[in-house]
């Protein structure tokens, strides 16, 4: 049986953009032989659609959009994620729905069984679950169809979640093959746990499993692809492309076929990086991006990572030396943005640092002003960014990192400033890796080994680094990993060897910084717990987690 697998890059509630790219995809499957292709989930609206499901025309713009795709599907079947109103009137008004499209029209529904309520997903807001599993027939076989999470081996991951088996339903429901439609987000590590559970969940079934996942970068998630076909023995019989819109063609009863190389740790994160700027930038219609370019790490990597995702000449760098900026900072950030051929403004902050000392007069000498000091100059320069953004239409990237964004270690309206923080989910000793790894990929050193080589510094006064007032990074990274991604106590920390008085610290610097973040620039997620919508920690409480 010859399937195609529609790996395509879908933009959220773009209806019609959507279909045109399935349409082809139909196109180019029939005439490549295949009796059936098959696309992501919910792929009509792309995912995930969120709050847009409120919207009644928005629902029925989608049903229109699948009468359309069943119509193309005259020679070959597809498989179509889309939305469907509940036919029942009680539970959710919604369900998440595939459907097979075959002879110009719409032969056989499947309603997503289980739905995630964990991390960055939400579906019992707005889906009523399926209550059974059921096969269809396809060119004399028995299909079993799922959905993602449909698929997911809640026992094996250790989340006890449902309640319910329905790989085990199909099965006993006589299918010969299992299909699963997903829109299974990137993160750091991902690739090889989902392909190991892929293999896993087709031995134990003894059924060869089609896994079709989405690509592109939507808001904050990023989807990887990967989409493969195993076979009911665990072997690979194809992998279509990692981070890219792939059609796949294989036979599943034949041998294996074309089986691209899996991404691997950095240069699987730089990829995911620059898929995601390159689609937040373009689906936000915008065409070029700018930044503070200070000399740095952080400010280097982001504009190395820019300028590959949307080309050197749509990336606009801003060098704003004051008084503290060494003289080698601002020659590092020029060497920078020659090496990537990017253009490069500079802009002396001097004069307007001066006037603020003149405005605020008095309030900068009454009691400790440095703090003060120390966020003026970042807010300058924030502002300029925001002023060359607002001028030019140019999307504002924010360069902060994990650590500082977790620390509290960032200014508001400053170097937080921006339309998308791209590495906001990188903690800095990956930042550091992220760098070298940038300059392995072009066999060149596009980031100066000075920039890499220095300790890190805000500059925002004589003889500042960051380890001031921040613990040595190797340490802090550590930390910061165990009590947010991994959601343990400063107790438990402290039992793996931490030293009590730095774990403290470190967590109510995180505790204390919320309000921070949940004013910061969309953070590209990366990792299992990034800061958005898949951490929602309240601002105002009084939780003590440092008892």
Not at 293 to 311: H, K, N, P, R, Y
Not at 356 to 362: F, T
Not at 467 to 483: G, S
Request: glycine letters at 8%; charged letters at 25%; aromatic letters at 6%.
């Amino acid at each position: 049986m010859k399937i195609a697998l529609g790996q395509f890059n879908p933009t959220v509630g773009d209806i019609e953009g959507n279909v045109a790219q399935m349409s082809s995809l139909i196109d180019h499957a029939a005439e490549a032989g295949a009796q059936l292709i098959i696309f992501p989930e919910l792929a009509v609206t792309g995912y995930p659609p969120r709050d847009l499901l409120r919207k009644e025309r928005f629902v029925a713009d989608n049903l229109a959009a699948v009468d359309v795709l069943a119509r193309r599907c005259r020679r070959v079947a597809a498989l179509v994620g889309y939305v469907r109103t509940n036919p029942q009137k009680s539970g959710r008004p919604l369900q998440n729905v595939a459907g097979l499209l075959d002879g110009g029209e719409i032969r056989h529904v499947h309603v997503k069984r289980l739905l995630p309520t964990y991390d960055v997903f939400d579906e019992t807001r707005y889906f009523q679950p399926g209550e059974s599993c059921r096969c269809l027939e396809l060119g004399g076989r028995k299909i079993g169809l799922s959905i993602c999470e449909d698929l997911w081996d809640a026992q094996a991951l250790g989340r006890e979640l449902y309640g319910a088996d329905p790989l085990g339903e199909l099965v006993a429901a006589g299918a010969e093959i299992i299909i699963n439609m997903a829109a299974s987000p990137y993160q750091m590590g991902k690739a090889a746990v989902r392909e190991s559970l892929l293999t896993r969940q087709a031995t134990r079934s003894a059924r060869a499993i089609v896994y079709v996942n989405q690509v592109g970068g939507n808001d904050e998630l990023i989807f990887d692809g990967g989409s493969c076909v195993i076979n009911a023995r665990g072997e690979l019989l194809a992998r279509a492309a990692g981070f890219r819109a792939d059609l796949l063609i294989a036979d599943i009863d034949g041998p294996p076929s074309r089986c691209e190389p899996v991404w691997k740790d950095l240069a699987a994160l730089s990829a995911a990086l620059k898929l995601g700027i390159a689609d937040y930038v373009r689906k936000c219609g915008f065409k070029r991006v700018v930044l503070g370019l200070s000399g740095g790490i952080d400010s280097a990597v982001v504009a190395t990572l820019a300028a590959d995702a949307v080309g050197p000449e749509n990336v606009l760098a801003l060098a704003m030396p004051s008084r503290y900026s060494s003289a080698h900072s601002l020659a590092d950030a020029r060497a920078l943005a020659e090496n990537l051929g990017v253009e490069i403004r500079e802009m002396q902050i001097e004069p307007i640092h001066v006037a603020y000392g003149r405005v605020l007069g008095e309030t900068m000498v009454v009691g400790d002003c440095e703090p003060v000091e120390e966020n003026i100059q970042a807010r300058i320069r924030g502002n300029i960014v925001m002023a060359v953004s607002n001028k030019h239409g140019h999307l504002a990237l924010a360069t902060g990192n994990k650590s500082e964004f977790s620390t509290g270690y960032c200014t508001l309206y400053g170097d937080m400033s921006g339309g998308l923080a791209p590495i906001g989910d990188v903690l800095k000793t990956v930042v550091f890796k992220l760098a070298a790894q940038l300059n392995v990929e072009a066999g060149r050193e596009r980031i100066p080994a000075a920039i890499i080589a220095k300790p890190p510094s805000a500059e925002l006064k004589p003889n500042q680094f960051d380890q001031d007032k921040l613990p040595p990074y190797e340490l802090l990274d550590e930390i910061l990993r165990r009590y947010i991604e991994e959601d343990l106590t400063a107790e438990v920390i402290e039992a793996e060897g931490f030293d009590r008085a730095v774990v403290r610290r470190v967590v109510a610097m995180v505790d204390s910084a919320e309000y921070k973040r949940k004013q910061a620039a969309p953070v590209l997620k990366v990792t299992s717990r990034a800061f958005g919508s898949g951490r929602r920690m309240p601002i105002a409480q009084r939780y003590n987690s440092r008892p």
